[in-house]
């Protein structure tokens, strides 16, 4: 079965903070993607990075980070000197390979409140 | 690129009407599009898949008929509610599946739906 656990709810920081997001994931798949998608407050997602199984090297995109480990089936996400605008929920997600359907399996979301 | 918008963004209607919320690529073409209800402060829960051109595949636990999925072309895909109750109010986002680009979905803005 697969299943994305994102074990933080919510986190506050004050902005300038670094802060890492978590990202747990289980599949039986050999080959998958691994998204990030952010949720403002408007509510429409936005697709931040997709991360297929071959592909361990880390990301960087200006104050956005992400840390891919198989051997610990995690994909965290980190943003560097945060801003009040990256107040969101964001959504960690899997999905299996090539596979019929590609459904996105989301994980519960983390809420994170930057505080000027 | 891969716009997908969402109309309409908010709707009000009284307990037993009928509610059309169309999904649209707006530059790409998607020959699958999957619909999604997340209620308040909750992850996104898949309701279907709608394949252009053929019926929909929908969730366990999701009522066909209540939820009604035409995916007419490769550009466009409705929902509809039929005989709408007070606990169909959500939030229904789509999304869609680029065809030249098989691996990620992109998210239209959601449309709030409150039956009275």
């Known amino acids: 079965a697969q299943k994305v656990t994102q074990a933080q709810t919510e986190i506050s920081v004050v902005e300038k903070e670094d802060v890492t997001l978590d990202c747990v994931y289980e599949?039986?798949?050999?080959?998958?993607?691994l998204f990030w998608y952010k949720q403002p407050p408007s509510g429409e997602l936005v697709f931040l990075i997709r991360?297929?199984?071959?592909?361990?090297q880390n990301e960087i995109s200006g104050r956005y980070s992400w840390n891919f480990q198989k051997s610990t089936s995690s994909f965290n996400f980190t943003i560097t000197a945060s801003q009040v605008v990256d107040s969101a929920v964001y959504f960690c997600?899997?999905?299996?390979?090539?596979?019929?359907?590609?459904?996105?399996?989301f994980g519960t979301g983390t809420l994170l409140a930057v505080q000027p | 690129g891969a716009v997908v918008s969402q109309h309409p963004s908010r709707v009000i209607c009284k307990s037993g009407t009928s509610v059309k919320i169309e999904c649209r690529s707006l530059?790409?073409?998607?020959?699958?599009m999957f619909w999604y209800r997340q209620f308040p402060k909750q992850s996104l829960m898949l309701m279907a898949t709608?394949?252009?051109?053929?019926?929909?595949?929908?969730e366990q636990g999701v009522e066909k008929d209540k939820f009604l999925i035409n995916h007419a072309s490769l550009t466009l895909s409705t929902l509809t509610v039929t005989s709408a109750h007070p606990e169909d109010s959500s939030f229904y986002i789509c999304?869609?599946?680029?065809?030249?680009?098989?691996?990620?979905?992109?998210f239209g803005p959601g449309t709030r739906l409150t039956v009275l």
């Open positions: 999304s869609a599946r680029d065809a030249g680009r098989l691996d990620t979905q992109y």
């Open positions: 599949t039986r798949d050999t080959t998958y993607y």
């Open positions: 991360r297929n199984s071959f592909d361990e």
């Open positions: 997600a899997l999905s299996n390979y090539g596979g019929a359907t590609n459904k996105l399996i």
């Open positions: 530059d790409f073409q998607a020959t699958t």
């Open positions: 709608s394949n252009e051109g053929s019926k929909a595949t929908y």
